[in-house]
């Protein structure tokens, strides 16, 4: 069974940092470009960030550069997002999804990916 488990969210308080985990099991994460989206309560899904199967290039939405990054383990069939400096404008529940094989430009459209995990919450406040 294909499946992607979402890890790491959590409480935090503003200027705060988390690490998201992604961990695949079922299929190798080394062949499917790995995004990461989040929806807020009361709000449509949005892109935050996405890593390339190819060339391990990355992407991110405006509102998280330079504070987000993205990587990934293959030999762990894990992808990261490494959350710095926490806003209250980013708790949402965040989801990862996985592209076979590539996704390039269109990282940011939802549904453009094949496979999806169930989300973990991340709430920034004092």
């Known amino acids: 069974q294909l499946q992607l488990v979402e890890s790491g969210g959590g409480l935090v308080q503003p200027g705060g940092s988390l690490r998201l985990s992604c961990a695949a099991s079922g299929f190798t994460l080394d062949y499917y470009a790995i995004g990461w989206f989040r929806q807020a309560q009361g709000k449509e899904r949005e892109g935050v960030s996405c890593?390339?199967?190819?060339?391990?290039?990355?992407y991110y939405a405006d509102s998280v550069k330079g504070r987000f990054t993205i990587s990934r383990d293959n030999a762990k069939n894990t992808v990261y997002l490494q959350m710095n400096s926490l806003k209250p404008e980013d708790t949402a529940v965040y989801y990862c999804a996985a592209s076979y094989p590539e996704i390039g430009s269109s990282w940011s459209r939802f549904y453009e990916y094949d496979y999806w995990g169930q989300g973990t919450q991340v709430t920034v406040s004092s």
């Open positions: 890593i390339s199967s190819s060339d391990g290039s990355t």
